[in-house]
């Protein structure tokens, strides 16, 4: 028997080993040479034979790492890996296995079941809300128990993996997150900048190769006389074929315009709509480009691996086809008023472009009544008004004017509506943290003299704030219950002109009763025939006056209000308001 000295310094020994295994895992920069970290040491200082560690995404129920021993089909399918998870969490978080080929968890997850004859230890773990990580280690045939130190070890060395793993993870989609955002706000400045819907989708489709990667991909347009859609943009197919062209409901792409849903096939062999122009072809994806809720075509993109696409392609492909059906929309419009030379015609397209990027309806958020009101004028402005909700506890809300009118109003509008959206579509941001992105974004697009005026606040229920930023925009009033109003002035400058400008936020409380009205200037610089502006006193006296009434009766007593004070003049500025009242 070893002295306890001896004992003691072999045990020393280890543990340094250990910690410098520790170390070099927390140190691998990229998947390979952490999964070989992983494998090598536990195998090295665990005394198991076989080791076998992967990490499940449980947003996705998606495999997002594994050793190069696990050897999983790419990718394991969602319900498996449910089905794995529903497993594990009953389980302790440490658990001996005397027969590993005889563990009773869901089939075709651990592959080469019936070669594995020692002892196995399974760990496994929630690293946080998002990541679980499992590792399996085996003994050799001829060992069969674990001893408490080998045991420490392994579940030691478990743990670490799982949080170096979880970080590289994590720097991996933040990194693709970065890279995403970056496609899409060079999209977005493609579209502020060109009218040449060639130019724009090219871009696109080109763009979209660094998020979702493909192999073939098209943008496929509506030909309504042939009730098909037709080829405009490709990448990937061969030059010799014919351009494509699917009727509706035929191939993937058909079936997509036909239902104005979009379709993930991951085995085209198993899809019998599938039509063949890529050769390589395993799996594809069609998502419609829709236009005020219709459909004006499809982006379609193919793999030459099975199951390349899930949700998350899914998401993104919608992104970039909403850019595309932005870009087709306004050039679509603006030949169309080029082709008439005529001033009214040109006027009538701006406002199809401002009205299809405005809100269709007033969302539902509990403990908030909405109603909205938006009138262009005969000169279309570049009035801009949106909801977001985030969830039943959280509302976004933005009103904005962009100066000018006519198309180049409308454009800039348009390039207004898309850097807003890449950013505030995220609860996490602030007011002044997106409005500052679109101060960027406008500056960098638009000419000196384009700029807008912009309004976000976000309402969350549960804390019953509303936090703010006001971009050189017409202060929205707030009405206490007891009649007490107050202007939302925090803020800063308008956007568009001043590469460096700074935005701050304010914040609210909203108490029961409570009623807050946004509004562009040409709700309160309309004047009478006496040239006196409607002006924010008459606008703060209007609202006292009816603010203990239902949200719809408050909006229509000041357009009454309104209308009555500025008579039947030319209305040549657009209106919009939006009526917030805090019921509960």
Same mark, same amino acid.
């Given at each position: ?63 997002? *790492? ?5 050897? *999983? ?260 419009? *603006? ?87 890449? *950013? ?161």
């Amino acid at each position: 028997m070893l002295e306890p000295s001896v004992a003691e310094t072999r045990s020393d020994i280890l543990w340094h080993r250990v910690v410098e295994g520790l170390t070099r895992m927390t140190a691998a920069t990229g998947e390979a040479d952490l999964s070989a970290a992983i494998e090598e040491i536990t195998l090295e200082l665990s005394g198991a034979e076989t080791c076998r560690f992967f990490m499940v995404d449980c947003v996705s129920n998606r495999i997002v *790492f594994e050793t190069s021993s696990c050897g *999983f089909l790419h990718p394991v399918a969602s319900a498996e890996v449910e089905a794995l998870l529903a497993w594990l969490r009953p389980q302790p978080s440490t658990r001996l296995i005397d027969d590993p080929d005889e563990m009773d968890w869901p089939a075709r997850i651990l592959p080469d079941r019936g070669v594995l004859a020692g002892q196995a230890v399974l760990f496994h773990h929630q690293i946080d809300d998002r990541f679980y990580c499992v590792m399996l280690a085996i003994m050799a045939a001829d060992q069969t128990v674990f001893d408490p130190e080998q045991l420490e070890v392994t579940i030691s060395l478990a743990r670490h993996a799982g949080y170096a793993v979880t970080r590289l993870v994590h720097f991996k989609l933040a990194r693709q997150e970065m890279l995403h955002r970056t496609a899409l706000y060079e999209v977005g400045k493609q579209i502020s900048s060109s009218l040449d819907i060639n130019e724009v989708l090219n871009a696109i489709i080109d763009a979209l190769q660094t998020v979702v990667p493909y192999d073939a991909a098209g943008i496929f347009l509506l030909d309504e006389d042939q009730n098909a859609v037709v080829e405009h943009t490709t990448r990937g197919y061969s030059p010799d074929m014919n351009a494509i062209n699917l009727e509706m409901g035929e191939g993937i792409s058909g079936s997509a315009a036909a239902t104005g849903k979009a379709i993930i096939v991951p085995d085209v062999s198993m899809d019998e709509r599938y039509v063949q122009h890529h050769p390589g072809t395993k799996s594809e994806m069609a998502v419609p480009l829709l236009s005020g809720g219709q459909v004006i075509g499809v982006f379609n993109i193919e793999n030459n691996r099975v199951n390349a696409y899930d949700e998350e392609s899914q998401s993104l492909l919608e992104a970039f086809a909403s850019q595309a059906s932005i870009a087709i929309q306004n050039a679509r419009l *603006f030949d169309e008023a080029r082709r008439s030379r005529i001033l009214d015609r040109e006027l009538e397209v701006a406002g199809e472009i401002q009205r299809t990027l405005l809100p269709r309806a007033v969302p539902e958020v509990p403990g908030l009544s909405l109603a909205a009101y938006s009138e262009p004028s005969r000169e279309v402005g570049g009035d801009f008004y949106d909801f977001i909700p985030f969830s039943d506890k959280q509302l976004g809300l933005a009103v904005g004017d962009v100066v000018g009118k006519g198309i180049p109003a409308a454009l800039t509008m348009a390039s207004l509506y898309t850097s807003f959206h890449e *950013f505030a579509n995220y609860y996490v941001y602030l007011p002044s943290y997106v409005i500052g992105h679109v101060n960027e974004v406008l500056y960098e697009v638009t000419s000196a003299d384009r700029f807008a005026t912009l309004f976000y606040g976000i309402a969350n229920m549960q804390e019953n704030t509303f936090v703010y930023c006001n971009a050189g925009h017409p202060p929205p009033v707030l009405c206490r219950k007891s009649g007490e109003t107050v202007n939302l002035y925090t803020g800063g400058l308008i956007v568009g002109s001043f590469e460096d400008a700074g935005f701050e936020d304010g914040r609210v409380y909203l108490n029961e009763g409570d009623v807050v009205v946004l509004y562009t200037d040409g709700l309160i610089e309309k004047s009478n025939d006496q040239d006196e502006i409607f002006g924010i006193d008459r606008l703060e006296e209007a609202i006292r006056d009816c603010h203990d009434c239902p949200v719809e009766e408050i909006r229509d007593h000041l357009i009454e209000v309104w209308r009555a004070f500025v008579g039947n003049g030319r209305q040549d500025d657009d209106t919009t308001m939006i009526v917030v009242k805090r019921e509960h």
